[in-house]
């Protein structure tokens, strides 16, 4: 019996165990309408509005973000995609995108904006 395959493939394992995040993401299955009304902080700690709420434009899926206004005056909405969304216990995170990178995200279409029921669940990671 040999064991010089073994040493390629421990070799070829670390390699693969090294490409993982420290952490694994953990996922939540959520209901949309638990998401309506949560704050929504960017990476730097920037609270950016609330979810008023999630649509679909094309095959992807956004939070909507609002701020500011009263009565709908004044208000500015944001698309945030949802994979870049984390929950945490109180509100969503948005670990890898600061004030910033949120400013510059695309418009919404609204020619193109489908709105997502109350009662879907989407999968969500959790935040630490």
């Known amino acids: 019996m ?13 390699t693969a165990l090294a490409a993982l995040p420290l952490q694994a993401q953990q996922v939540r299955e959520v209901l949309v309408e638990e998401l309506i009304g949560a704050p929504v902080t960017a990476a730097d700690d920037e609270r950016l509005g609330n979810v008023d ?8 899926m956004y939070l909507v973000v609002a701020s500011g206004g009263i009565l709908g005056l004044g208000r500015s909405e944001t698309a ?19 004030s910033k990178a ?19 669940i989407l999968d969500l990671r959790t935040s630490d």
Do not use: N
Request: aromatic share 2%; proline share 7%; glycine share 2%.
């Open 53 to 60: 709420r999630v649509i679909r434009q094309d095959d992807d």
């Open 2 to 14: 040999t064991v010089t395959l073994a040493r390629p493939f421990l070799l070829t394992a670390l």
């Open 80 to 98: 945030v995609p949802a994979e870049k969304a984390a929950l945490a216990e109180t509100e969503v995170k948005l670990p890898e995108l600061d």
């Open 102 to 120: 949120v400013e510059s995200l695309p418009d919404i279409d609204h020619g193109k904006e489908q709105r997502v029921a109350m009662d879907r």
